[in-house]
């Protein structure tokens, strides 16, 4: 089932995510929806949160990039309970957009890799150093579970800059072509 994002403005998307129980039984379903919402929305991640389910799960698509980038052909990953447990030493900036945030992007400068320690849908628990493209999206999801949004990793001045664009989602006007629950 598609469901709505939820925009910026809304309470649960600055709420530290709860962790996923042990045997959730909503947890196939969820999983599922997140990825018809994802695919619908046409992006490449999304957070629990952003659908209004405080809990510690996102789901990564990048098949969309295997065109350019081979190793991304079918990829579609669910993650549940992850958790960065150290980040590399090397950075870059990119520009990030958000499903939540629509119409605003920025750069944002971030490790290009991090140690992630999460389970899969069965409860099998992993670790694994995630590099490139694929970490990007990794941090800028598990920040929606600590309840921070990309544009609070921006300088100050480029905060300045999204102020206005940000003050006017939180009153609720959104334009995008995907369904959204807003503030009001």
Known sequence: MILPIYTYGLPVLRKE???????????PQL?????????????VGLAAPQIGKSLRLIVVNLDPLGDDVP????????????QILEYGPEQDSYE???????GITESVK??????????DTDGTEHEEWIKGFHARVIQHECDHLDGKVFT???????????????????????SCNYKVKTPR
């Open 110 to 119: 971030r490790p290009t890799s991090v140690l992630l320690a999460w389970e």
């Open 17 to 27: 995510a709860e962790e996923v129980p042990e045997n959730f039984p909503e947890l």
């Open 71 to 82: 190793e991304y052909k079918g990829f579609r990953h669910a993650y549940v309970n992850p």
């Open 96 to 102: 990030e957009g958000c499903l939540s945030l629509p």
């Open 152 to 174: 609070d990793r921006l300088s100050p001045l480029r905060k300045q800059f999204v102020k206005k664009k940000l003050t006017t989602l939180a009153k609720g006007r959104v």
């Open 31 to 43: 999983v599922q929806d997140m990825f018809d919402t994802l695919d619908k929305s046409e992006g």
